[in-house]
Each structure stands twice: as C-alpha cells, then as structure tokens.
C-alpha cells in the first residue's frame, strides 16, 4: 500500500519561502510520476508541478514557473517542492500524489492514483 506523507507547511510573508516535503512508502517508485496539486478555499484543485521519478523530468503550472522547484531524494523515497517569492494566491493546502502509470503529461489529479493528507501553506501580504 502507497502511503505518501507531506510536511512543511506554514505561515510565510509574502516573498519568503517554504519547503514542502513528501515521504514516499509502500512501492519502488522507479516508473511513477510524482506530483504537487492545492487546494483554495472555495477552489477546485490545481496542478502545481510533477517529476518522473526515474527521468527527473519536471513540468511547472504557469502560475508557479521559475518560483518553485520540484525534486526528490531516491535514497529516502522523498519529494520537495521548494517554494520561493511566495506570494498570497499561493495560499492553500498542498497535496503529494502518486501516478504509478504515468502516460504523457499528467497534470489532471485524476490521473493520480495516492494522494497524502495536505500540508496547509498560509502566506500572508
């Protein structure tokens, strides 16, 4: 069982930076896309950004490119997103997901297969 769990959410000003975290368990995720969504308040939710696992290949929403940075550390089965010039519309809770098989683009969250809690990101103006 895909268990995914997300940290490093807070209160940030305007401009700072967060760095989320998403700890990875239960499969070897060699061939899995690894995605970033939110969710506002009042909001549908959003593609942020995703990375293949294997390739590093990486794909940013317009609305996050050359702010935040999508990584993952293979030794420990994480993922990051690293958060920068953050800004009040970044407000939102922020969920890991899991795409075991992944075909083209994935940036629809029901292409996504495991989801982990949400990290709440709170960023103030």
């Known amino acids: 069982q895909v268990q995914l769990v997300e940290s490093g959410g807070g209160l940030v000003q305007a401009g700072g930076s967060l760095r989320l975290s998403c700890v990875a368990s239960g499969r070897t995720f060699s061939r899995y896309v690894m995605g970033w969504f939110r969710q506002a308040p009042g909001k549908e939710r959003e593609f942020v950004a995703f990375?293949?696992?294997?390739?590093?290949?990486?794909y940013y929403a317009d609305s996050v490119k050359g702010r935040f940075t999508i990584s993952r550390d293979n030794f420990i089965n994480t993922v990051y997103l690293q958060m920068n010039s953050l800004k009040p519309e970044d407000t939102a809770l922020y969920y890991c997901?899991?795409?075991?098989?992944?075909?083209?683009?994935?940036?629809?969250?029901?292409?996504?297969?495991?989801w982990g809690q949400g990290t709440q990101v709170t960023v103030s103006s």
């Open positions: 997901a899991a795409d075991p098989n992944p075909i083209g683009t994935p940036t629809q969250g029901r292409e996504y297969d495991y």
């Open positions: 990375i293949r696992w294997s390739s590093l290949r990486t």
